[in-house]
Nanobody, 121 residues
Framework: QVQLVESGGGLVQPGGSLRLSCAASGGIGSINAMGWYRQAPGKQRELVATITSGGSTNYADSVKGRFSISRDNAKNTVYLQMNSLKNEDTAVYYC???????????????WGQGTQVTVSS
């Protein structure tokens, strides 16, 4: 029932910006932490940014100062504003959220299908 739907990925020039969105839906009781991860070809998936239910954020050193994560609890949505994009930011970006379903007691980690971000001239 629970799904994470991502949007906003695409092709952008170096120095440009993109805004990724990830909306959770389907039998949601509550959402704890949410975050963004990315995986470039031939590399391990890495943490990009996380945000707690209270709004506390954490960023990877490689994106700190350029990316900004935020959330709209009323819409069950997390965003990633990506500015000053570099070629090395090219990767598949995945949304993640710790969600408690309506009929559940504990939180479970869910992943989106991923959205491609390509930074190239």
């Amino acid at each position: 029932q629970v799904q994470l739907v991502e949007s906003g990925g695409g092709l952008v020039q170096p120095g440009g910006s993109l805004r990724l969105s990830c909306a959770a839906s389907g039998g949601i009781g509550s959402i704890n932490a949410m975050g963004w991860y990315r995986q470039a070809p031939g590399k391990q998936r890495e943490l990009v940014a996380t945000i707690t239910s209270g709004g506390s954020t954490n960023y990877a050193d490689s994106v700190k100062g350029r990316f900004s994560i935020s959330r709209d609890n009323a819409k069950n949505t997390v965003y990633l504003q990506m500015n000053s994009l570099k070629n090395e930011d090219t990767a598949v970006y995945y949304c993640n959220a710790a969600i408690r379903q309506v009929l559940a007691v504990v939180f479970t980690s869910y992943w989106g299908q991923g959205t491609q971000v390509t930074v190239s001239s």
